[in-house]
């Protein structure tokens, strides 16, 4: 079963930059789709980003051209990039994989999820 583990959440002013990382243990990493998603309280979870096997990212609309997504297989580890951040943006971001090499958005693609780590950005 997977292990994941995300790093790099914190707080950062408006306009700001950060990375949060995501590391896998007990996982055949390089195979499928992984996926990033956010949450803030009294909210549903909303996919951010995905990038498939194959390196194909995906994008919600709200961080397009703001966000980036990549993965390191030879680590195990994906990754956010996250520029132009605005209060909006803040909530817990939780990293996830698929059983499938490709995906979309959805909860429904995942299977396996991270802790989470939490993003503010201020105003």
């Known amino acids: 079963q997977a292990q994941l583990t995300e790093s790099g959440g914190g707080s950062v002013d408006a306009g700001g930059s950060l990375r949060v990382s995501c590391d896998y243990s007990g996982w055949s990493f390089s195979r499928y789709c992984l996926g990033w998603f956010r949450q803030v309280p009294g909210k549903e979870r909303e996919g951010v980003a995905t990038i498939d096997s194959d390196g194909t990212a995906r994008y919600a609309d709200s961080v397009k051209a703001r966000f980036t997504i990549s993965r390191d297989n030879a680590k195990s580890t994906q990754y956010l990039e996250m520029n132009s951040l605005k209060p909006e943006d803040t909530a817990m971001y939780y990293c996830?994989?698929?059983?499938?090499?490709?995906?979309?958005?959805?909860?429904?693609?995942?299977?396996?999820w991270g802790q989470g780590t939490q993003v503010t950005v201020s105003s």
């Open positions: 996830a994989t698929s059983k499938f090499g490709y995906c979309r958005l959805g909860e429904e693609y995942f299977h396996y």
